[in-house]
């Protein structure tokens, strides 16, 4: 059997979300689910079906249980799909080769189902769906950050035009974490983006590298020190 080599999970994350997203009801592209407002309501109950409601979520009600989970392979739009994925393309094979396929795994599923579940926690009176893979791809930023702060990554920023430019790892993600931040004390009541999610999934990202190879990152320097210096 020929070993699991490159980002294999990662791949399979994106693969998974895409096909999930063909299938619904939500690409327009499956004709089972009708048009006009027959394709609305099948759009409306397959939302409340797969995502997080966290009204629901938060009074523990069984078959809310396990929404944070399946609420991540389920995309609002085109447009989410696209822009999701291609955070996860960048960020998660650098990602999955430091943590492994396995703890990649679980750390990405664990990640974005905390991250939700954070939400509902802060909404939970709120009867609004909750959907998206954004709060387990924020976890794989954080964890980047830490893991690869010097690592050039190719970014478009509004302000600079959209031309691909290269940037410190470090720059783009707390330009990133800020932007989230600042949109998420503006977010009203209403519908839309849930920002407190992705600065959930962030910092625990953040804070599992941090926990998981900030000791052996701190050996290693030692390590490499010369004589009479590291640890005084």
């Not at 009708?34 to 109950?45: E, K, N, R, V």
């Not at 939700?116 to 387990?136: F, K, P, R």
Request: proline fraction near 6%; aromatic fraction near 16%; glycine fraction near 12%.
């Amino acid at each position: 059997m020929l070993p699991w080599r490159g980002p294999a999970v990662t791949y399979g994350l994106i693969g998974a979300c895409a096909l999930v997203f063909l299938a619904s009801p939500v690409s327009g592209l499956n004709p089972s689910y009708g048009t006009g407002d027959t394709l609305l309501a099948a759009q409306g109950a397959y939302f409340r079906r797969w995502g997080v409601v966290p009204a629901e979520l938060m009074s523990g009600s069984p078959d809310a249980l396990l929404s944070p989970l399946t609420a991540l392979f389920v995309s609002g739009n085109w447009l989410h799909l696209l822009g999701n994925m291609l955070f996860l393309f960048v960020f998660g094979a650098m990602a999955e080769e430091r943590l492994g396929h396995v703890e990649y795994l679980l750390f990405y599923l664990g990640s974005g189902c905390l991250a939700l579940a954070g939400y509902a926690m802060a909404h939970a009176e709120s009867d609004q769906t909750l959907v998206g893979a954004s709060g387990a791809i924020s976890g794989v930023l954080g964890a980047f950050l830490f893991l690869f702060p010097r690592a050039r990554v190719t970014s478009l920023f509004p302000f600079l035009f959209f031309l691909p430019l290269r940037f410190p790892a470090w720059l783009v993600l707390a330009f990133w974490f800020v932007l989230q931040w600042l949109a998420a004390g503006n977010a009203g009541s209403g519908p839309g983006v849930a920002y407190l999610a992705h600065l959930v999934g962030f910092s625990l990202g953040f804070l599992y590298a941090w926990v998981r190879y900030g000791r052996e990152a701190r050996v290693k320097g030692q390590a490499a020190a010369p004589d009479g210096e590291g640890q005084p």
